[in-house]
């Protein structure tokens, strides 16, 4: 299935700005690979583990719904 054909939509482009932390900084926080971010971050992302969630949620201080939508 395309990227395109999901409705979610990942916010973690305005997370960062908010928190003024970088896709490189976030990653280094968390042990994810800064091409597994970007892919979130430019909507790519196919599926997130939870334990992934659960540290992306820890670092910037959010909630799944925070970083995560559904666009109708």
């Known amino acids: 299935m395309p ?6 939509r990942c916010h973690l482009d305005e997370l960062l ?3 003024g932390m970088t896709v490189t900084e ?9 091409a597994n971010l970007s892919a979130l971050k430019n909507n ?10 659960t540290a992306l949620c820890d670092a910037l201080d959010c909630a799944p719904g925070d970083l995560f939508s559904v666009r109708r």
């Open 3 to 8: 990227p395109e054909d999901h409705r979610v």
């Open 17 to 19: 700005e908010a928190k």
């Open 26 to 34: 976030l990653s280094r926080r968390i042990g994810i690979t800064h």
């Open 44 to 53: 790519r992302g196919r599926a997130i583990r939870f334990s992934t969630l």
